[in-house]
């Protein structure tokens, strides 16, 4: 095989592995058959062009030819000649499959069962792909362009998924790249002749080469850095290392699609509510009269880097559900509804239903119940299109019933799970200034909750990330700006931090959307919320996001609206109505707030100044005067450096060292006027040569300033009083450097502004626009800065690696070689 | 490896003004007699006060003889003259041990080089046994006949001519003689005018014999002292080493030049300083002087040669391309001495 034909091959391989992850993507693995016939046949037809030596556009045509070829075999309309020969019908089949795919793209979530439209875009796409990276690295001999298709394919999955991608894909892509580069560098050496061993022997096979150990060396460590890095960088973490950790074990193997409850919900959370486009999720009709939130997560444990979900884990939902009615529950009533559900677009391992849910229908027994975290889960299955029932009831507290409970006893279980709390030193003094002289557990969440008031000026805003970490909460607390991630994380951690058991819940608000008893619940619905344990009544809702911003919002008695005027408002005691259902007015008509006209509850992207659409010219603009002050930078410098070379101080002319010329005896060269003298000549002169670098005149390293002065004026033209300041400079620095006393007692400023003058004058208007852009010499000498470090920092990575090879390496322990 | 002279022996330096009226009636007396060669006679006087040897190279009839005569005559000192020739045997020049009948004793007969300036014709002529006479008195200023060493006197100076185009019975000079001189200096044809002149002047009878000294052995002596105060500067020293090293690592040359060229390159540039009115010499200096003090010295590869570059142009080369030593890598690794005191608060980049 010739080594062009090698590097064909490898091509071909190498998208095939950068192809691999969009096995994120499909359910099954029809496309990778697809997309490995086409480009086997592309490099066929590619190699065969080669066979027969046609030039680079003639293997881009035969490639070209060979994936239409593979496209209308693999998706044929049925109208070809032969059945391979496409015609007018076969282009109008394509069409509709592009039009099907891109229907299949807006509609359906990943991962996507086989339909022809994707499964023919895909192809399309990889074969596209696989010419380009052919002609790259085969054609044109420039194997490193071909990364730039290949992550194309990458960014596929990257752009599809909420959180992020498996890193094992990005590393099987970029093997096959490396492995491109090697081949065509073995090729090369190949062209170039025969390779010989150290001790004359003829290489043929593949062998490694020293020459090429160092780039082998960088190749390793490039990936191992662009998979490790991430990981280190806080922020990340909840991506990549959440799904290495856990990717193994939940779900089956090949089928890396995050199931298994390991999602993580505060990045769907963030990730939905920030999406422009608001999209249909569920549909769930009930005749309950004031339904609370639909939930489906809960986020318990809690880290310095704020909560977290757990994987969930329990026993078959279907017969295990727990009735809440049990017990002796004085100051609870209950309403007990029914619900059905219609998933439109929501792929998830956890089930959406009302709290609490006493028995599931149409609900297969792959789903669990989880009694600690009271959600329903899977491991197998998740929620895309499916369609279930189930019945429920609703507790409705009294909170004077509430203010009784007892404290939840301190050796419990739940009050150990759910109180632990990291140290944050704002936040604890926070809750013991809100809590203070409260005496029951109920008053204390109360006043914490009441706090999250806009009367104290909370405000709403999607700008924040989703972070709950320690930090994060006490720069909440200070700016007292969020949304329902900061409300839900902050109260809980505040719960939390006095002694309450508390967690996050994640669910949907029941939105605006309903005709009759169906409500239908978007992305924009999706929210988080806080609840609370007490001792006989189980977990309590409390939602402290500012009710004005959420579409949808259910205040009841025992959390009441702290932002309506005339109830709930601390201090006021246990609401009017005894059975503690619902406030009025506590359910927030949406549409009656002028601010979120357009349905759109939680985007706050039509809040004046918050707004997502309208925050990208801020963020233009910013990028903008950023990279007008990257790019001052240089004249910036250059400007200094002129400043502070031209700009100096005169020198005391009662300085009076003899000159040199009219005796030869020993002058002490030195004193402070000398030096300084010398200081000026060599300012002085740097600046010329900068400014000779400037305007684009030579500057020859081996001139003497003599000679650098006379050629200047020869070739720059200067005349007169400008051919004498200019060798005045190159005498001055002649002095300065070589003779005992400096020239003394003269401004060189004056010659030297006369010197820029001229050479100014004579240098073209772009050249001199240059000099004061984007001046060479400023830049000349950061690119040798820059030049120098990197090699200094080679050097010394180099000598540790020795070292710590002359450690590690077992053939120090062999006799006879350290001679060698 | 040179004189081991004190200055006290040397005489007193003089004073800048002094030393150009001295050197320039010198040069001026010398252009008596050669016409338009005002370049080569300064370099000619250089090489005497920097206490060097000349070789003076070009065909014949340029004025060889004649220039080392000159540069003799103007100075009131001793001056012997060699003819080189095949036969010439090694105690012609260094002198020789005869029997004294009357004290029945060896008697030194001192040779041809007791004398403050030696005039050596067609060197290449003499056989190498011959030449190699010249090797310690030219070093070491002095002659060891028969056990017993002479010590030559100050100034002393070889001025030695030969003929490159002739090839027929000539001896090479070999490295090590090489070596000993200072510089080696073509005269080149004189220019048109200066042909002219030279018709006029020499027409009647030769200016030579009317040539009147201007010095004499104590002012030369003075004068090389004010020589050897003219200041160097590190970067110069640096500059000097680094383009000796050049030619020692230049792919060009098979030999490089040895350390003596350094200080005669360097002995030679604080000599042309100070005839140019410096007391610090400069690097235009040494790179004036690269060709004439170096050329000679060193050996071209076969490849070289075979491409018909000459060491000239190799050296020229060299000198185009060695950057000049910044004051900010000046110093060689094995200089501890303290630099100059400079004040740090602007030298920042």
Same mark, same amino acid.
């Given at each position: 095989?010739?080594?062009?034909?090698?590097?064909?091959?490898?091509?071909?391989?190498?998208?095939?592995?950068?192809?691999?992850?969009?096995?994120?993507?499909?359910?099954?693995?029809?496309?990778?058959?697809?997309?490995?016939?086409?480009?086997?046949?592309?490099?066929?037809?590619?190699?065969?062009?080669?066979?027969?030596?046609?030039?680079?556009?003639?293997?881009?045509?035969?490639?070209?030819?060979?994936?239409?070829?593979?496209?209308?075999?693999?998706?044929?309309?049925?109208?070809?000649?032969?059945?391979?020969?496409?015609?007018?019908?076969?282009?109008?089949?394509?069409?509709?499959?592009?039009?099907?795919?891109?229907?299949?793209?807006?509609?359906?979530?990943?991962?996507?069962?086989?339909?022809?439209?994707?499964?023919?875009?895909?192809?399309?796409?990889?074969?596209?792909?696989?010419?380009?990276?052919? =002609?790259?690295?085969?054609?044109?001999?420039?194997?490193?362009? *071909?990364?730039?298709?290949?992550?194309?394919?990458?960014?596929?999955?990257?752009?599809?998924?909420?959180?992020?991608?498996?890193?094992?894909?990005?590393?099987?892509?970029?093997?096959?790249?490396?492995?491109?580069?090697?081949?065509?560098?073995?090729?090369?050496?190949?062209?170039?002749?025969?390779?010989?061993?150290?001790?004359?022997?003829?290489?043929?096979?593949?062998?490694?080469? %020293?020459?090429?150990?160092?780039?082998?060396?960088?190749?390793?460590?490039?990936?191992?850095?662009?998979?490790?890095?991430?990981?280190?960088?806080?922020?990340?973490?909840?991506?990549?290392?959440?799904?290495?950790?856990?990717?193994?074990?939940?779900?089956?193997?090949?089928?890396?699609?995050?199931?298994?409850?390991?999602?993580?919900?505060? #990045?769907?959370?963030?990730?939905?509510?920030?999406?422009?486009?608001?999209?249909?999720?569920?549909?769930?009709?009930?005749?309950? %009269?004031?339904?609370?939130?639909?939930?489906?997560?809960?986020?318990?444990?809690?880290?310095?880097?704020?909560?977290?979900?757990?994987?969930?884990?329990?026993?078959? *939902?279907?017969?295990?559900?727990?009735?809440?009615?049990?017990?002796?529950?004085?100051?609870?009533?209950?309403?007990?509804?029914?619900?059905?559900?219609?998933?439109?677009?929501?792929?998830?391992?956890?089930?959406?239903?009302?709290?609490?849910?006493?028995?599931?229908?149409?609900?297969?027994?792959?789903?669990?119940?989880?009694?600690?975290?009271?959600?329903?889960?899977?491991?197998?299955?998740?929620?895309?299109?499916?369609?279930?029932?189930?019945?429920?009831?609703?507790?409705?507290?009294?909170?004077?019933?509430?203010?009784?409970?007892?404290? =939840?006893?301190?050796?419990?279980?739940?009050?150990?799970?759910?109180?632990?709390?990291?140290?944050?030193?704002?936040?604890?003094?926070?809750?013991?200034?809100?809590?203070?002289?409260?005496?029951?557990?109920?008053?204390?969440?109360?006043?914490?909750?009441?706090?999250?008031?806009?009367?104290?000026?909370?405000?709403?805003?999607?700008?924040?990330?989703?972070?709950?970490?320690?930090?994060?909460?006490?720069?909440?607390?200070?700016?007292?700006?969020?949304?329902? =991630?900061?409300?839900?994380?902050?109260?809980?951690?505040?719960?939390?931090?006095?002694?309450?058991?508390?967690?996050?819940?994640?669910?949907?608000?029941?939105?605006?959307?309903?005709?009759?008893?169906?409500?239908?619940?978007?992305?924009?619905?999706?929210?988080?919320?806080?609840?609370?344990?007490?001792?006989?009544?189980?977990?309590?809702?409390?939602?402290?996001?500012?009710?004005?911003?959420?579409?949808?919002?259910?205040?009841?008695?025992?959390?009441?609206?702290?932002?309506?005027?005339?109830?709930?408002?601390?201090?006021?005691?246990?609401?009017?109505?005894?059975?503690?259902?619902?406030?009025?007015?506590?359910?927030?008509?949406?549409?009656?707030?002028?601010?979120?006209?357009?349905?759109?509850?939680?985007?706050?992207? =039509?809040?004046?100044?918050?707004?997502?659409?309208?925050?990208?010219?801020?963020?233009?603009?910013?990028?903008?005067?950023?990279?007008?002050?990257?790019?001052?930078?240089?004249?910036?410098?250059?400007?200094?450096?002129?400043?502070?070379?031209?700009?100096? %101080?005169?020198?005391?002319?009662?300085?009076?060292?003899?000159?040199?010329?009219?005796?030869?005896?020993?002058?002490?060269?030195?004193?402070?006027?000398?030096?300084?003298?010398?200081?000026?000549?060599?300012?002085?002169?740097?600046?010329?040569?900068?400014?000779?670098?400037?305007?684009?005149?030579?500057?020859?390293?081996?001139?003497?300033?003599?000679?650098?002065?006379?050629?200047?004026?020869?070739?720059?033209?200067?005349?007169? #009083?400008?051919?004498?300041?200019?060798?005045?400079?190159?005498?001055?620095?002649?002095?300065?450097?070589?003779?005992?006393?400096?020239?003394?007692?003269?401004?060189?400023?004056?010659?030297?502004?006369?010197?820029?003058?001229?050479?100014?004058?004579?240098?073209?208007?772009?050249?001199?626009?240059?000099?004061?852009?984007?001046?060479?010499?400023?830049?000349?000498?950061?690119?040798?800065?820059?030049?120098?470090?990197?090699?200094?920092?080679?050097?010394?990575?180099?000598?540790?690696?020795?070292?710590?090879?002359?450690?590690?390496? %077992?053939?120090?322990?062999?006799?006879?070689?350290?001679?060698? | 490896?040179?004189?081991?002279?004190?200055?006290?022996?040397?005489? @007193?330096?003089?004073?800048?003004?002094?030393?150009?009226?001295?050197?320039?009636?010198?040069?001026?007396?010398?252009?008596?007699?050669?016409?338009?060669?005002?370049?080569?006679?300064?370099?000619?006087?250089?090489?005497?006060?920097?206490?060097?040897?000349?070789?003076?190279?070009?065909?014949?009839?340029?004025?060889?003889?004649?220039?080392?005569?000159?540069?003799?005559?103007?100075?009131?000192?001793?001056?012997?003259?060699?003819?080189?020739?095949?036969?010439?045997?090694?105690?012609?020049?260094?002198?020789?041990?005869?029997?004294?009948? @009357?004290?029945?004793?060896?008697?030194?007969?001192?040779?041809?080089?007791?004398?403050?300036?030696?005039?050596?014709?067609?060197?290449?002529?003499?056989?190498?046994?011959?030449?190699?006479?010249?090797?310690?008195?030219?070093?070491?200023?002095?002659?060891?006949?028969?056990?017993?060493?002479?010590?030559?006197?100050?100034?002393?100076?070889?001025?030695?001519?030969?003929?490159?185009?002739?090839?027929?019975?000539?001896?090479?000079?070999?490295?090590?003689?090489?070596?000993?001189?200072?510089?080696?200096?073509?005269?080149?044809?004189?220019?048109?005018?200066? @042909?002219?002149?030279?018709?006029?002047?020499?027409?009647?009878?030769?200016?030579?014999?009317?040539?009147?000294?201007?010095?004499?052995?104590?002012?030369?002596?003075?004068?090389?002292?004010?020589?050897?105060?003219?200041?160097?500067?590190?970067?110069?020293?640096?500059?000097?080493?680094?383009?000796?090293?050049?030619?020692?690592?230049?792919?060009?040359?098979?030999?490089?030049?040895?350390?003596?060229?350094?200080?005669?390159?360097?002995?030679?540039?604080?000599?042309?300083?100070?005839?140019?009115?410096?007391?610090?010499?400069?690097?235009?200096?040494?790179?004036?002087?690269?060709?004439?003090?170096?050329?000679?010295?060193?050996?071209?590869?076969?490849?070289?040669?075979?491409?018909?570059?000459?060491?000239?142009?190799?050296?020229?080369?060299?000198?185009?391309?060695?950057?000049?030593?910044?004051?900010?890598?000046?110093?060689?690794?094995?200089?501890?001495?303290?630099?100059?005191?400079?004040?740090?608060?602007?030298?920042?980049?």
């Amino acid at each position: 095989m010739t080594g062009r034909r090698y590097v064909g091959l490898a091509a071909g391989l190498a998208t095939l592995l950068a192809a691999l992850p969009l096995s994120t993507i499909f359910e099954q693995w029809t496309w990778l058959i697809q997309c490995i016939i086409a480009v086997v046949l592309v490099e066929a037809a590619g190699t065969l062009a080669r066979t027969l030596r046609a030039p680079a556009w003639g293997q881009l045509v035969a490639m070209l030819f060979g994936l239409g070829l593979v496209l209308t075999l693999l998706f044929p309309s049925g109208h070809e000649l032969l059945g391979v020969i496409p015609t007018g019908g076969t282009i109008v089949h394509f069409g509709q499959l592009l039009s099907q795919a891109g229907t299949g793209i807006r509609e359906m979530g990943i991962p996507v069962s086989d339909q022809q439209g994707l499964l023919f875009l895909t192809a399309l796409g990889v074969g596209s792909v696989a010419v380009c990276v052919d =002609v790259c690295a085969v054609a044109l001999r420039r194997p490193a362009l *071909a990364g730039l298709p290949m992550l194309a394919i990458y960014s596929v999955p990257v752009a599809v998924h909420q959180d992020s991608v498996s890193v094992l894909p990005f590393i099987a892509g970029a093997v096959g790249f490396l492995w491109l580069l090697v081949v065509d560098n073995v090729d090369r050496v190949r062209r170039f002749g025969r390779r010989f061993s150290g001790d004359g022997r003829d290489i043929d096979a593949w062998e490694p080469s %020293p020459l090429a150990a160092a780039g082998r060396r960088m190749a390793i460590v490039g990936v191992l850095v662009a998979v490790i890095l991430p990981i280190a960088v806080p922020g990340m973490t909840t991506g990549l290392l959440d799904r290495w950790g856990t990717g193994g074990g939940g779900s089956g193997p090949g089928n890396g699609n995050g199931r298994g409850g390991t999602v993580n919900l505060w #990045a769907l959370l963030e990730g939905e509510l920030r999406q422009q486009q608001e999209t249909d999720m569920i549909k769930i009709t009930t005749k309950d %009269p004031d339904p609370y939130y639909l939930r489906f997560g809960v986020a318990d444990d809690l880290s310095v880097d704020g909560f977290r979900n757990r994987q969930p884990s329990g026993r078959t *939902a279907n017969n295990n559900l727990p009735d809440p009615r049990k017990g002796d529950h004085a100051g609870v009533s209950y309403y007990e509804g029914h619900a059905s559900v219609e998933v439109v677009n929501l792929n998830m391992a956890l089930l959406p239903v009302y709290s609490e849910p006493t028995r599931l229908q149409k609900v297969d027994s792959t789903w669990l119940y989880d009694s600690r975290m009271n959600v329903i889960f899977s491991n197998r299955s998740t929620t895309n299109k499916r369609r279930y029932e189930f019945d429920y009831v609703r507790a409705r507290f009294d909170p004077a019933a509430l203010r009784r409970a007892d404290p =939840v006893p301190a050796n419990s279980d739940i009050r150990r799970q759910f109180t632990s709390v990291p140290n944050v030193e704002g936040v604890a003094k926070e809750v013991a200034r809100l809590t203070e002289g409260k005496t029951n557990e109920y008053d204390r969440v109360r006043a914490l909750y009441d706090y999250f008031s806009i009367e104290n000026g909370f405000t709403y805003s999607l700008v924040a990330k989703a972070d709950t970490s320690g930090n994060a909460m006490v720069d909440f607390l200070t700016k007292k700006s969020g949304y329902c =991630v900061q409300y839900a994380a902050a109260l809980a951690w505040m719960v939390r931090a006095a002694g309450i058991p508390a967690r996050v819940a994640f669910g949907f608000t029941h939105g605006s959307k309903h005709e009759g008893d169906t409500y239908t619940l978007t992305s924009r619905n999706l929210h988080a919320w806080t609840e609370v344990y007490f001792e006989g009544f189980g977990w309590v809702p409390f939602d402290a996001t500012p009710s004005t911003y959420i579409i949808g919002s259910v205040r009841p008695g025992w959390a009441p609206n702290v932002d309506a005027p005339e109830n709930g408002l601390p201090g006021n005691g246990p609401t009017p109505d005894p059975g503690g259902t619902v406030s009025p007015g506590a359910t927030h008509d949406p549409l009656d707030d002028p601010r979120l006209e357009g349905g759109s509850d939680l985007s706050g992207g =039509v809040l004046p100044g918050t707004g997502g659409s309208s925050r990208w010219p801020w963020y233009a603009l910013a990028a903008g005067i950023v990279i007008i002050l990257l790019l001052a930078m240089p004249s910036a410098r250059r400007v200094l450096l002129r400043r502070r070379r031209m700009v100096r %101080p005169a020198i005391p002319s009662d300085v009076a060292v003899s000159e040199a010329s009219d005796q030869p005896r020993v002058v002490v060269a030195g004193g402070p006027q000398a030096a300084r003298a010398r200081l000026d000549a060599h300012a002085a002169w740097e600046e010329l040569i900068d400014t000779l670098v400037d305007f684009r005149l030579l500057v020859d390293l081996a001139e003497t300033p003599r000679t650098t002065a006379d050629r200047l004026v020869r070739e720059a033209g200067l005349r007169d #009083a400008t051919a004498d300041g200019a060798r005045l400079l190159g005498r001055a620095e002649e002095l300065a450097r070589y003779a005992r006393v400096p020239l003394l007692t003269t401004d060189l400023t004056p010659a030297l502004r006369a010197v820029r003058r001229a050479l100014g004058i004579r240098a073209p208007r772009r050249t001199r626009w240059q000099a004061a852009l984007l001046p060479p010499s400023v830049l000349q000498r950061w690119r040798s800065t820059a030049i120098t470090w990197t090699a200094t920092v080679l050097e010394t990575v180099g000598v540790w690696r020795d070292a710590l090879v002359r450690v590690l390496s %077992p053939r120090r322990l062999l006799p006879g070689r350290s001679g060698r | 490896m040179t004189t081991q002279r004190t200055l006290g022996e040397l005489g @007193e330096p003089m004073s800048n003004s002094e030393f150009r009226a001295v050197t320039d009636s010198i040069v001026a007396n010398i252009e008596q007699v050669i016409e338009g060669k005002t370049a080569t006679v300064r370099l000619a006087l250089a090489v005497l006060l920097a206490e060097g040897h000349l070789l003076i190279e070009d065909v014949p009839g340029v004025g060889k003889t004649k220039l080392a005569k000159a540069l003799a005559r103007s100075i009131d000192c001793s001056v012997r003259r060699i003819q080189f020739t095949p036969d010439l045997l090694p105690s012609d020049v260094t002198g020789v041990s005869v029997y004294n009948q @009357e004290t029945h004793d060896f008697e030194f007969k001192p040779g041809a080089v007791f004398a403050n300036l030696v005039v050596g014709d067609e060197i290449n002529r003499a056989s190498p046994k011959t030449q190699s006479a010249l090797l310690e008195c030219m070093e070491e200023r002095q002659v060891t006949v028969d056990g017993t060493t002479y010590e030559l006197q100050v100034p002393f100076m070889v001025i030695a001519t030969q003929n490159p185009i002739e090839m027929e019975g000539t001896y090479p000079l070999p490295e090590a003689q090489r070596d000993r001189f200072t510089a080696r200096i073509a005269m080149g044809y004189p220019d048109a005018g200066a @042909e002219l002149a030279m018709l006029d002047v020499h027409g009647g009878e030769d200016p030579l014999y009317a040539l009147q000294p201007v010095s004499d052995a104590a002012t030369v002596r003075n004068l090389i002292a004010t020589v050897r105060d003219v200041h160097v500067a590190d970067t110069v020293k640096q500059y000097a080493v680094n383009l000796v090293n050049a030619t020692r690592e230049a792919p060009d040359l098979r030999l490089g030049a040895s350390p003596r060229a350094t200080l005669h390159l360097l002995r030679t540039a604080r000599t042309v300083a100070a005839l140019d009115g410096r007391d610090y010499v400069l690097p235009d200096d040494l790179q004036a002087l690269a060709v004439p003090v170096l050329a000679h010295r060193i050996i071209p590869t076969a490849e070289a040669q075979l491409s018909r570059r000459t060491t000239d142009a190799i050296l020229a080369d060299l000198v185009h391309r060695l950057p000049l030593p910044t004051d900010r890598q000046q110093r060689s690794p094995y200089d501890t001495r303290p630099s100059h005191p400079e004040p740090t608060d602007y030298r920042r980049r």
